[in-house]
C-alpha cells in the first residue's frame, strides 16, 4: 500500500462536505489527487481522512458573471483551458495554462485543487493576482470572499481553514486591460523557475494601472509593487519598460535549488516583466 | 480500516470487490483483477506508466483511489486488444518499432489512442505536446512519435 491510512468519505453535496470537514478536524478535500495522492504516496502528508468532493453536484462550472467569469472550484484544468468564455473574457488565464502541466494530468486536476494546492512555483495564483479574482470559501458557518492577493500566504499555505471549502473563483471583466504571461521552466509542462503575469490599463496614453505578478521566485505569488510604481502615471515607453524590469529583479528575493540559482531566477524575472509589458502594453484596449 | 465496496465497469466487464480505501487504481487493476498490464513507475502521477482510461479521458491510475470508482467506466491496455487481435495503435508500434524495453509500452499506447481520439491526423509537434507526462527511458521518443502517427491513421481511415 503506497498512502499511509485514512478514512474515506464521499460527499455527495456541498452541504455534505462541509459538515464532512467541520465534523473531522483531521480530514481534507480530496479534488483531482494529482498533487494530494502524490504527497500521500510518497508520505510527505498524512491526512487523516479524506472527503472526497468529485461526486459534489454543482461544483464543476464555468459562467458569466456581470462581465466576467465564475468557475466552480472542481472545474478541471482542461476544460477551464479549453473554454471559449474564459478566453473571452480573461485570457491571461488561458495564455498562463499553456505552460501548466502535460495534458493527462489537466483531465484530473482541478483549477481549485490547484489553487489551494498553493506551490510556491505554481501559474494560476500569479494569474488570480494579477487580475484580482476573489476566491469565495464556505463552511457550516456561512460564506466569505477573499481577495486573490490575500489569499496566498505562504508555500503550500493559503487563508482557507481546515473546515473550509473554496467553491468558485470570480475572475472580474477585463474592460480593456492589457495582459500577458510568460515563465522560464526546464521543460514544457513542468514547474516554473520564474513566472510573470502583467495587466495593464492605459488612459490617454498614461499608465492609470498595473500589476506585475511573480511567482516562483518567492514564498507565493505576490505582486512586485516598486515594478507596478515604474509604471503608473507615465507612458509605457521602453524606458519606463526599463525601470520596471529593473525594479522586479530588485523586488524579488528569490531561492537557489538544483532548476536554477537565484542569480538566474532574478535574471529571468527581468526578462519576463520585459517580455510581459511590452505585450500587455501592445493589447491595451 | 473500514473495508468499502466497489462497483465499477472494467473492460466492458461490470466487477464488484472490496477495498482498502488507500489501494490505488493501479494496485487494484493489478493485484485484485490480476490486470498486470498497467505498469508503476512513478506512482506520483508523473510519468505515465499507468495511463488508462477513465470515462473516456486520459487518467493517470496511480493518482485515483479505486475507492473513489464506483460506477465508472474504466479501459485499461488489456480491454483495447491482446495478441489475437490488436488494436491498431498496438500494431502501429510493433510495426514501428515503437518499443524497446516495453516498460512505458502499455502508457504510451493508452495515451496514442487518447490522442487518435481527439486528433484525427495529429502532426508530430502536437503528438510530442501530448506526449509531455508519458516518460520512456530507451527509445528516445521519434520511434513513439511515428508509431502514434501511424495508429492514428489507422484508426481514422
Ligand atoms: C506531472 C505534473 C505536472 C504538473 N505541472 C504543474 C504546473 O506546471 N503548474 C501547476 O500549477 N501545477 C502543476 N501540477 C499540479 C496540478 O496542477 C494539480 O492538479 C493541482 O496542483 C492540484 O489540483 P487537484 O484538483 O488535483 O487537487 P488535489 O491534489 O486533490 O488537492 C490539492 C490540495 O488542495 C486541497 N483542495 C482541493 N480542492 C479543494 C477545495 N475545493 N477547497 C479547499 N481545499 C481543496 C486538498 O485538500 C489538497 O490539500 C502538476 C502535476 C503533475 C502531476
Ligand atoms: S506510475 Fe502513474 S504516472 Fe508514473
Ligand atoms: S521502451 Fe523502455 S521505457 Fe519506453
Not at chain 1, 464521499?10 to 478535500?29: K, Q, T, Y
Not at chain 1, 498562463?96 to 510556491?120: K, Q
Not at chain 2, 508503476?40 to 488508462?52: L, N
Not at chain 2, 503528438?127 to 509531455?132: A, F, M
Request: net charge negative.
Amino acid at each position: 500500500m503506497k498512502p499511509p491510512r485514512f478514512r474515506y468519505l464521499r460527499a455527495e453535496s456541498v452541504d455534505g462536505a462541509l459538515r464532512a470537514l467541520a465534523d473531522n478536524p483531521d480530514s481534507r478535500p480530496l479534488a483531482g489527487g494529482q498533487s494530494l495522492i502524490a504527497m500521500m504516496n510518497l508520505r510527505l502528508v498524512r491526512p487523516a481522512c479524506l472527503v472526497d468532493i468529485n461526486r459534489v453536484a454543482g461544483l464543476g462550472y464555468i459562467r458569466e458573471d456581470g462581465d466576467g467569469v465564475a468557475i466552480g472550484a472542481l472545474t478541471r484544468h482542461n476544460d477551464v483551458k479549453h473554454s471559449d468564455l474564459v478566453r473571452a473574457r480573461c485570457p491571461l488565464l488561458t495564455e498562463a495554462y499553456e505552460s501548466i502541466a502535460h495534458h493527462t494530468v489537466r483531465n484530473r486536476g482541478t483549477l481549485g485543487g490547484n489553487l489551494c494546492h498553493a506551490d510556491p512555483s505554481s501559474e494560476t495564483p500569479a494569474v488570480m493576482v494579477a487580475v484580482g479574482a476573489t476566491l469565495v470559501l464556505q463552511s457550516v458557518g456561512g460564506r466569505r470572499e477573499v481577495a486573490a492577493e490575500d489569499f496566498f500566504q505562504g508555500p503550500y499555505e493559503t487563508a482557507a481553514r481546515q473546515d473550509e471549502l473554496l467553491v468558485e473563483i470570480r475572475l472580474p471583466g477585463r474592460g480593456a486591460e492589457g495582459w500577458a504571461f510568460a515563465e522560464v521552466s526546464n521543460r514544457h509542462g513542468d514547474f516554473a523557475i520564474a513566472v510573470i503575469a502583467t495587466t495593464l490599463r492605459l488612459a490617454d496614453g498614461r499608465c492609470e494601472a498595473a500589476r506585475v505578478v511573480a511567482s516562483a521566485v518567492g514564498e507565493h505569488a505576490a505582486r512586485l509593487r516598486p515594478a507596478e510604481d515604474a509604471l503608473t502615471g507615465g507612458a509605457i515607453d521602453d524606458a519606463a519598460i526599463e525601470r520596471a524590469a529593473e525594479a522586479a529583479a530588485g523586488a524579488v528575493d528569490p531561492h537557489s535549488d538544483s532548476h536554477a540559482d537565484a542569480v538566474y531566477r532574478r535574471d529571468a524575472v527581468a526578462a519576463l516583466t520585459r517580455r510581459t509589458l511590452r505585450r500587455a502594453a501592445e493589447r491595451c484596449g | 480500516m473500514a473495508e468499502a465496496s466497489v462497483t465499477l465497469t472494467v473492460n466492458g466487464r461490470e466487477v464488484s470487490a472490496t477495498v482498502d480505501p488507500r489501494t490505488l487504481l493501479v494496485h487494484f487493476l493489478r493485484e485484485q483483477l490480476q490486470l498486470t498490464g498497467t505498469h508503476v513507475g512513478c506512482d506520483t502521477s508523473q510519468c505515465g506508466a499507468c495511463t488508462v482510461h477513465l470515462d473516456g479521458r486520459a487518467v493517470k491510475s496511480c493518482a485515483l483511489l479505486a475507492v473513489q470508482l464506483e460506477g465508472a467506466d474504466v479501459t485499461t491496455i488489456e480491454g483495447v486488444g491482446g495478441p489475437d487481435e490488436m488494436h491498431p495503435m498496438q500494431t502501429a508500434f510493433k510495426e514501428n518499432h515503437g518499443l524497446q524495453c516495453g516498460f512505458c509500452t502499455p502508457g504510451m499506447v493508452m495515451k496514442g489512442i487518447d490522442i487518435a481520439n481527439r486528433h484525427a491526423a495529429p502532426d508530430e509537434a502536437t503528438i510530442r505536446r501530448e506526449l509531455e507526462g508519458n516518460l520512456c527511458r530507451c527509445t528516445g521518443y521519434h520511434n513513439i512519435v511515428e508509431s502514434i502517427a501511424a495508429g492514428a491513421r489507422e484508426m481514422s481511415g
